[in-house]
């Protein structure tokens, strides 16, 4: 039982960790937070299902497909929406607030009723101490895997990658080394859209879809970044794993009713008593 | 000055008639929006006064609806009763679970209000012995003050709109005390309010309380107009809603609350036949009036106009 | 009047004052000079409460207030002015006073929304002496005007005007002059001789020396968080320590 639930939980836990990685981009470059990242999963998840039934796509060319096309449209949407916010940090969560709800309810007059998604990733099942899970979680895993180094390659070891870093850690100084900052912002969004979109679709065949997951998706998403540590990559991974587990193991063992309280109760907790999270910095403030 | 007072009483006027001439339809759309006017103006002391956005007015306004239904329901107090309770109901509870969260900067104070908001909906949700869960509460009757009943559309029109009004008076005079005046200093610059001897935390505190309490008031309407209470009724979605409508109105202008309510609120009743698409307008409206609003509705009007 | 005694304050690692100890007698203006970065500002942020020191302890009146929040430093009778000017730029110019101004004054929200006799007399109280205060610096006229759209020297006049509303017993003054035209120099000496023929002891940080020497009994200077000379103006003049910290002469040996 324990072996089952730890795979349920690592499961949820990696595609907290996606999403929660698209808050931290965006937070480390630009101190705000998009509060569209849940519904830019959703919307992924939508977009796998559209492009498995119309375009029999299998699972990889699917992904690919899916997170070019994010990326794409997270760069258009800095550039049109973002852009404009970032007079104040109220004034930015409450445009990206606004912009969630435009998109999760645009795809509840497309999509009403949840879905089946189709099983991109093979029916097949595998048995592990005890424990049956679907091929699912291994894609899950894998792709979380790849995609989390992949980004640790790209940040280290090539000038883009450098680029990003440079611009979050301060952008005038970045702009003087000849860094263009506003593709870099640019790209960071469409980053944080590719991954959230491709978390969306690793989750598909999991569930029935339907528009009403992203809500809960990107809160949860958010407490694990504020968890592990929202200006740090690696705490945020760490946190969502960690809050995957948890949650887990707190559905079986307390209530499955309550299970969703542990994720905001972790969240004030933490905002209230470390709010740069077990892993991040402080940054000073100067009087 | 002069010119505001004569809009006041005109408006309040104009209420008055329509309640004597209205379908008991439009009557139902008036007394929604009276009594979300309730709740917006009391976020207003939040975002417009205090410099804080709070996504928890939603659950509050919630909190302020269970404990007049439940308080109604299980006990055989008379109904009015229900009106302090819930105002100090919600008042505790937000000022409780608030003031740890408001020392910290914007961001996190605002990251901290939808985790209050989600919390609060879930014991709302899965307490069933003392909310009764998904169930609701349903059966509660209906408003009686004194001997008089008001069990129809326009009586409780009435009681909204004295609600509203008092809302509206009572609001104005908090901001126009010295405590609005310290809260405005703090919303502008927290340092130097302290070196000039105001009492910052207990400010931010008190605003929490006053927009606590104002939601708990104006869930007590709630509770009585509809007759039943349910926790998809106080949802992070409403809390959204009485957010647009109080940037939207205006950075500091109880009256630009006022008339964003009834704009948002009556086109959002006009909206309801398109369904989903009314949210997507509320939405897109968020995210248009941040991208180039940011101050607001009224901020745009001339100077003369604004108070 | 104020004992610093030998306060310590490090930000991550860098050290901003050390062992820095000085004695301000009631009833005097005293000076505090140095070169940029010398952490006189510094000081005033740790006697005012906004920084706790490492180490050290500050006492006004024989009391000691190592720590205490800025509230509560007002409260013990000192009050200061910025040197970028923290104004409430959305508060008219009255406003900005009464905010000092109503510090005091019995009645609190309740007795507003009530209008009870008490808290109306506050109110008038505290609005008598915010003009007061206007007068003084000589921005009645000014009183509607948004403190947002001030110019300059008026903004430091307010920045005064707020700071002399809280009635202080010692008043620390950072650099109030800066950014000034000539006249304006003058103007603010006239306005500091002013408040100190009132009885208000001042702490003054200043880079403009006439203002300065014309103004302050005694002068300390300060130099990398240290104090480096402590005496009456003429001296201060001469020490070859001062007038090595601020040309940068080359260190002997």
């Known amino acids: 039982m324990l072996a089952q639930l730890l795979v349920g939980g690592l499961g949820t836990g990696c595609i907290y960790a996606l999403v929660g990685l698209g808050f931290t981009l965006v937070y480390r470059t630009m101190r705000m937070v998009n509060f569209a990242q849940g519904q830019v999963f959703m919307a992924g998840t939508f977009l796998g299902l559209f492009g498995a039934q119309q375009f029999g796509l299998p699972a990889l060319p699917l992904l690919l497909l899916v997170a070019v096309i994010s990326f794409a449209v997270g760069m258009l949407l800095e550039r049109v929406v973002f852009r404009r916010l970032y007079a104040s940090h109220e004034v930015f969560v409450v445009g990206a607030i606004g912009l969630g709800v435009m998109i999760e309810n645009g795809f509840r007059i497309v999509y009403p009723e949840p879905l089946p998604f189709p099983k991109i990733f093979g029916a097949g099942v595998y048995h592990l101490h005890g424990a049956v899970f679907q091929k699912t979680y291994l894609w899950i895993l894998i792709v979380t895997l790849v995609l989390v180094a992949a980004l640790h390659v790209m940040f280290a070891y090539t000038r883009t990658g450098r680029a990003l870093r440079a611009v979050a850690s301060d952008g005038e100084i970045a702009a003087t080394m000849g860094v263009n900052v506003q593709r870099a912002i640019g790209a960071t969004f469409g980053l944080s859209f590719a991954i959230a979109a491709v978390a969306g679709v690793l989750i598909g065949p999991l569930y029935f879809v339907s528009p009403d997951l992203g809500d809960m998706v990107g809160l949860k998403a958010f407490s694990a970044a504020v968890l592990g540590g929202i200006n740090s990559v690696v705490g945020t991974i760490l946190g969502g794993l960690a809050l995957g587990l948890m949650e887990a193991l707190a559905a079986f063992y307390i209530s499955t009713d309550y299970k969703d309280l542990l994720a905001f109760a972790i969240l004030v907790l933490m905002l209230l008593v470390r709010p740069q999270g077990l892993l991040g910095r402080v940054v000073p403030v100067k009087v | 000055m002069r010119a505001g ?35 917006v103006v009391g976020l207003g002391f939040l975002t417009g006064f205090a410099g804080r956005i709070s996504l928890a007015q939603g659950a509050l306004y919630g909190v302020g609806a269970y404990a007049a239904a439940l308080l109604v329901t299980r006990t055989g107090l008379p109904p009015l009763v229900g009106l302090p309770v819930a105002i100090v109901a919600a008042s505790v509870i937000g000022t409780a679970l608030g003031t740890p969260a408001i020392r910290l900067s914007g961001l996190y104070f605002v990251m901290s209000t939808i985790g209050i908001q989600q919390i609060l909906w879930i014991l709302l949700m899965h307490w069933s012995s003392l909310t009764g869960g998904p169930q609701g509460v349903r059966g509660i009757p209906a408003l009686s003050v004194g001997g008089l009943v008001l069990d129809t559309p326009a009586r409780f029109y009435v009681a909204a709109l004295i609600g509203a009004v008092a ?85 500091r202008s109880l009256e630009g609350m006022l008339l964003a309510t009834v704009i948002l609120g009556g086109a959002s009743e006009y909206l309801r036949p398109f369904g989903q698409f009314r949210l997507v307008a509320y939405g897109g409206l968020l995210v248009l009036s941040m991208m180039f609003f940011p101050r607001g509705l009224l901020a745009v009007l001339p100077i003369r106009w604004r108070r | 009047m104020l004992d610093v005694g030998s306060v310590q304050l490090s930000f991550r690692g860098v050290r901003a004052l050390g062992g820095v100890s000085l004695v301000l007698h009631e009833g005097e203006v005293l000076g505090i000079i140095g070169p940029n970065g010398s952490g006189k500002s510094t000081l005033f942020n740790v006697v005012t409460g906004i920084y706790t020191p490492d180490g050290g302890t500050v006492r006004f009146r024989g009391q000691a207030i190592t720590g205490l929040d800025p509230r509560a430093v007002v409260g013990r009778g000192i009050a200061r002015t910025y040197q970028n000017k923290r104004l409430f730029p959305s508060l008219s110019v009255l406003e900005n006073v009464l905010v000092p101004a109503l510090r005091r004054e019995r009645g609190g929200l309740l007795g507003d929304m009530l209008g009870l006799p008490l808290a109306r007399a506050g109110w008038r109280a505290a609005r008598a002496r915010a003009a007061e205060c206007l007068e003084f610096v000589g921005l009645a006229a000014m009183a509607a005007v948004g403190a947002g759209s001030l110019a300059y020297g008026q903004q430091n006049r307010l920045e005064l005007a707020r700071a002399l509303a809280l009635e202080p017993k010692l008043l620390l003054l950072d650099e109030p002059a800066a950014g000034l035209t000539q006249d304006e120099r003058t103007e603010m000496r006239g306005l500091i001789e002013r408040i100190h023929a009132r009885g208000v002891s001042i702490a003054l940080v200043e880079h403009d020396m006439r203002v300065v020497m014309g103004l302050c009994s005694r002068i300390v200077v300060l130099d990398h968080g240290e104090v480096i000379a402590v005496g009456a103006p003429a001296e201060i003049a001469r020490d070859p320590a001062v007038i090595a910290a601020y040309l940068g002469a080359p260190e002997d040996g």
């Open chain 2, 5 to 39: 007072l004569a809009v006041g009483i005109a408006s309040v006027i104009a209420l008055c008639i329509l309640g004597l001439f209205a379908s008991d339809y439009l009557l139902e759309i008036a007394t929604l929006v009276l009594i979300e006017s309730i709740a």
């Open chain 2, 167 to 251: 809302s509206y008076l009572l609001a104005r005079r908090v901001i126009a005390s010295r405590f609005g005046l310290f809260l405005r200093a703090v919303s502008d610059d927290e340092l130097a309010s302290a070196t000039a001897g105001v009492a910052v935390l207990r400010a931010k505190a008190t605003a929490l309380a006053l927009s606590g309490g104002w939601a708990g008031a104006a869930g007590f309407l709630h509770a009585y107009y509809l007759r039943y209470v349910h926790p998809d009724m106080f949802t992070l979605d409403l809390s959204v809603v009485f957010l647009t409508m109080a940037m939207f109105g205006g950075y």
